[in-house]
């Protein structure tokens, strides 16, 4: 998971703020991880969005 895609060189990963990225210092690679379960409190969760919807909807 951690390998370069392209030349299977280990990854170097730089942190900047909230932002990770992770690079390949041999070839130059660089992309940016999808990992959306460290991201946490990213809002509503789906629970909390289904009661809005229903209560909208139901109040009336
Ligand atoms: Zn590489």
């Known amino acids: 998971m951690n390998d ?3 030349c299977q060189a280990p990854l170097e990963r730089l942190t ?3 932002v ?3 690079s390949c210092t041999r070839c ?3 992309d940016v991880p999808v990992d959306h ?3 946490g409190g990213e809002g509503e969760s ?3 969005a289904f009661n809005r919807f ?3 909807y139901s109040g009336h």
């Open 4 to 6: 370069c895609p392209r």
């Open 16 to 18: 900047m703020g909230e």
């Open 20 to 22: 990770t990225t992770i």
């Open 28 to 30: 130059g690679f660089a």
């Open 37 to 39: 379960e460290s991201q």
């Open 46 to 48: 789906w629970q909390d």
């Open 54 to 56: 229903y209560n909208h």
